[in-house]
Nanobody, 119 residues
Framework: QVQLVESGGGLVQPGGSLRLSCAAS????????MGWYRQAPGKQRELVAS???????RYVTSVKGRFIISRDNAKNTVYLQMNNLKPEDTAVYYC?????????????WGQGTQVTVSF
């Protein structure tokens, strides 16, 4: 199975920016779709953004205009550029592959990377 390693999280003030990276162990062009997910304390994990191998992107309403998902096939890496961060963006962020017509993620979640937006 594909191994995914998230990085780039940290502590930032509201309005700040971070770029998360998801390094894959295989050619991401062979993966139909990749997604960034997040899970805040006491809340269910939610899909934040996704990108297909045809460069189709989608975002949850709360991050539209602020987050940008992209990929670099040469580096086998998917990125999530997060701008104008808000406290409600605080969560552990995970990347995962998406499968099937519903884009279901793999059950094998990694460690994720913590994003904390606070003064």
């Amino acid at each position: 199975q594909v191994q995914l390693v998230e990085s780039g999280g940290g502590l930032v003030q509201p309005g700040g920016s971070l770029r998360l990276s998801c390094a894959a162990s295989t050619d991401i062009d062979s993966i139909s779709s990749m997604g960034w997910y997040r899970q805040a304390p006491g809340k269910q994990r939610e899909l934040v953004a996704s990108i297909t191998n045809r460069d189709i992107t989608r975002y949850v309403t709360s991050v539209k205009g602020r987050f940008i998902i992209s990929r670099d096939n040469a580096k086998n890496t998917v990125y999530l550029q997060m701008n104008n961060l808000k406290p409600e963006d605080t969560a552990v962020y995970y990347c995962n592959t998406q499968h099937g017509p519903l884009g279901s993620p793999s059950d094998a979640w990694g460690q994720g990377t913590q994003v904390t937006v606070s003064f």
